[in-house]
């Protein structure tokens, strides 16, 4: 069973930075895509961007393209999501998911972690 385990959410003012981490259990991280997804209250969990695997090409949604960067770190089987000038909207429960065949196909989820953008 693959498990990815988040952390680094909180609370923060807007403007400021925050970075959070996904750790996946298992060897073939390198070859998976990851990607991330935020769930604001009230509203659908939405896409934020996305990092491929082999070729670590990224795309991210308009809404936080150049704020927002994922890269990832085979060795410690983790990608991580920088989070710059943070913004009110911001807010929301974030999740990382794993894409083993490259195929926009997200078979693993974390649990969620929780980032507070306060104006």
């Known amino acids: 069973q693959v498990q990815l385990v988040e952390s680094g959410g909180g609370l923060v003012q807007a403007g400021d930075s925050l970075k959070l981490s996904c750790t996946v259990s298992?060897?073939?991280?390198?070859?998976?895509?990851m990607g991330w997804f935020r769930q604001a209250p009230g509203k659908e969990r939405e896409f934020v961007g996305r990092?491929?695997?082999?070729?670590?090409?990224?795309t991210y949604a308009d809404s936080v393209q150049g704020r927002f960067t994922i890269y990832r770190d085979n060795i410690k089987n983790t990608v991580y999501l920088r989070m710059n000038r943070l913004k009110p909207e911001d807010t929301a429960v974030y999740y990382c998911?794993?894409?083993?065949?490259?195929?926009?196909?997200?078979?693993?989820w974390g649990q969620g972690t929780q980032v507070t953008v306060s104006s």
């Open positions: 298992r060897a073939a991280f390198s070859r998976y895509a």
């Open positions: 998911a794993g894409d083993p065949t490259n195929t926009r196909t997200y078979e693993y």
């Open positions: 990092i491929n695997g082999y070729s670590s090409d990224t």
